[in-house]
């Protein structure tokens, strides 16, 4: 594969893609203008993307061959499935050198003013009017179903495959989990694997899509947000809204970390519900302003390690900038805020992995806390990433773990179980019957009473 | 990492597996008895893994290193960058090495007579009265909402990693096609990641599923089961359940292809409908006897290649033992099968991918046909798997084509766009707004009337 051979299949997907959309967008919607990349950064990067594949196909070349220098003829079905690895590799190069959002090779935007607030759109101010106007003229869509409000949970992932080849594998049992527990509780699903505002890519891409989706759905009254990395594990525990009736904002977190010791791990966004009001919109246009990438970004940074107890020096993430925006802003904010740790809306996975079996044999779901938690989030893991905070082998192992605990609890309706918690096989937990009916009754999640939240001192 | 090295990690695994299982089981629910692989064949299975992961971990240098022979010295983020892809590539090799149900490694089970005819379970022969018993008792369920019948959509991958790395991503693109399309239209997915009842692996796999979840989910009134490689091309369209109120099987094929020419893709197995009753497993039952891995699927082939035009010579699959059984007891069966073909239930990729511009300038979503394909299956792409019929880069980029397709309807209510059919990135198709409820009106898929198919000469 020579170097003419890169060079014309990039030719051909950027032909493919101009063909496909037409003219590229030339303006922003900002009204900035957008600049194509220096000439001579471009043939570098496809200089770099010809090396890249030809190391991949050599490398692929010699994995296949076993080990150098032995056996080098071939058989036919050999050659497919060399041909197939090599065009795989060869596809995967080009996905990734697609320029990214969050690719840092782009210069930053340095016609943004950083005197200038960003905002994620056009300041609504009378939402909850429109709202509950819109709500009254379509009775067919309800917020309200039964005495249960309507919720939303919001996901998602980079529209990319991940670096890691393992990633995407938990991606998609992630999404499953997810899937079953939203089946069961009739909350609705939105996958997002898009980025909305490219300025707010990375963990700062929910906030320009929880506007749009309250904007979008009136008839959503919580939007959920959840991070991909985190799994329920309590798959009869149920969030008590009720508890939220004069909250708009639920968080799991730990006021004396929040307001004695500052603590940028006081609050954690990997999960929290936004109800759909005028008062969250604004919480997000006062939140958002810190995410613009780039100088801001990293100016943010350097205020948000300075303020907040234990923060590293990286630039500003969405979870610190919130903790500092309600300590800094703590009268506008906080009333409406509920800092919740009754049950495990997000549970850190290391302490909980390791007692699944313990779990099992003392305690039983509904509970959500930490005899049986509702969400074990592997914050730090990373595997649709390159470089973790924890060891590969543990957080693997863990997720398929704490996926495998959740599972069992799905599957039990069916009468099946893994064999174990590190297993993907399953077996029969109750023999076939001729009357399936009275396990349903047992058995089905939707037919068990919610465990109301005892008052804990 | 000596061979020692990948000695302790098969035993560390497999201790952890132990532990965490407890035992394993002994009987098979049957009542046959599980023997463990010889013990040669487990040392040879311990070296070869130990080899492949020798060779992995060399490769993965190489490949750092860029080219051979040059630059021996690592940085840190090298290091912890080559442990990590080392690491991973070594759980890999340990998660393929679960023995798999459709390991073909595994002696068939010759205690399973040939002459004796597989069943699914115990029969059932009094489902339908059951079942609205069951329904008239539990009020809070009903198999009807507003006068529309609840459908399940059954779909699923191996519990496995894909072999090739793409697979994954692919199915997670997939699955998040089919969360936006049941979320607009109301139905209930369930995603199986595990096999049922280790005879009926592969394809054969949705039957145990779907007699389960009939059971199991009885104000279930449709299960619907759609291949993972069948991607939602009509946000808009829905089925025309009423059209089928005498049938209890729905089926995309062609009559004439059916009876006429008895051919082998008569019917396609990648996308039907079961009403929840009695005839349907009935139906069940009658068909998979053909599937039991080994001998009997083996043989079983042998009958279908003989009797079906065009069938090349394999294993018997699904949907080649369907067509058999509706060809040879046509009486018992055919007068309940609605053999649709006026909307793409199954539309096959090939004549459709390269036609989405000229469909978005001529037509609208919501006709299902040729003109805009409900939905558009993949048929031998085999992203998941190393053998594909097809060339890979042909098969990916026509996904990512329909994948795209099918999400502009999707963000059209959001006010995005992809910003071609081949790019994972988004623009803005219309200005934001401070009176968002009137997109929402314009453009919610929920609010538009579903149009009617129109009958065909």
Chains 1, 2 share one sequence.
């Not at 506007?211 to 759905?217: A, E, F, P, Q, V």
């Not at 595997?383 to 957080?395: I, K």
Request: net charge neutral; with cysteine; proline share 6%.
């Amino acid at each position: 594969m020579g170097k003419e051979d890169g060079f014309r299949t990039q030719k051909r997907v950027s032909t493919a893609s101009s063909a496909a959309a037409g003219v590229l967008p030339t303006t922003m919607a900002s009204g900035g203008v957008r600049r194509p990349p220096p000439r001579g950064r471009q043939i570098q990067k496809t200089f770099n993307n010809v090396k890249m594949t030809i190391l991949c196909g050599f490398v692929t070349i010699l994995v296949l061959r076993g080990t150098i220098g032995i056996n080098f003829g071939t058989s036919d079905a050999d050659v497919v499935n060399q041909n197939i690895i090599e065009e795989t590799n060869r596809l995967l190069a080009e996905i990734r050198s697609d320029s990214d959002p969050t690719d840092s090779n782009e210069p930053p935007d340095s016609d943004l003013d950083l005197n200038m607030t960003y905002t994620l759109g056009p300041k609504i101010t009378n939402w909850d009017q429109k709202r509950k106007l819109w709500l009254t003229q379509n009775p067919d869509f309800p917020s309200f179903i039964n005495g249960k409000a309507k919720v939303l949970l919001l996901t998602g992932s980079p529209p990319k495959p991940c670096d890691n080849p393992i990633g995407d594998h938990y991606l998609l049992k992630s999404v499953k989990n997810k899937i079953d527990y939203c089946r069961i509780h009739g909350i609705e699903i939105v996958y997002n694997m898009a980025h909305l505002d490219k300025e707010l890519a990375g963990y700062w891409a929910k906030l320009p899509m929880i506007r749009r989706l309250m904007l979008s759905h009136p008839e959503i009254e919580w939007i959920w947000w959840m991070d991909s990395d985190a799994l329920f594990t309590d798959m009869v525990f149920e969030i008590p809204l009720s508890r939220y009736d004069y909250h708009n904002l639920v968080i799991h977190g730990y006021p004396d970390l929040l307001f004695d010791q500052k603590s940028w791990i006081a609050l954690n966004t990997g999960s929290f519900l936004f109800r759909n009001c005028q008062w969250s919109l604004d919480l997000l246009d006062a939140w958002a302003p810190m995410g613009p990438k780039g100088p801001i970004r990293e100016e943010a940074g350097k205020i948000l390690t300075a303020n907040l107890k234990g923060r590293p020096a990286f630039e500003a993430d969405d979870q610190s900038a919130l903790i500092y925006l309600l300590l800094s802003q703590k009268e506008t904010w906080m009333e409406k805020v509920f800092v919740e740790n009754q049950y495990y809306l997000h549970g850190f996975w290391e302490g909980l992995v390791d007692k699944y079996e313990e779990m099992m044999e003392k305690y039983h779901p509904g509970l959500g806390d930490e005899r049986w938690p509702f969400i074990t989030h592997f914050v730090g893991c990373k595997p649709c990433g390159s470089y973790a905070d924890y060891a590969v082998e543990r957080c693997l192992k863990s997720m398929e773990r704490a996926f495998n605990f959740a599972d069992n609890q799905v599957l039990k309706l069916y009468g099946f179980g893994h064999r174990g918690l590190l297993s993907p096989k399953i077996k029969r937990i109750r023999n076939e019957t001729t009357f399936p009916l009275k396990f349903v009754d047992r058995f089905d999640i939707r037919r068990t009473t919610p465990l109301k939240i005892e008052a804990r001192s």
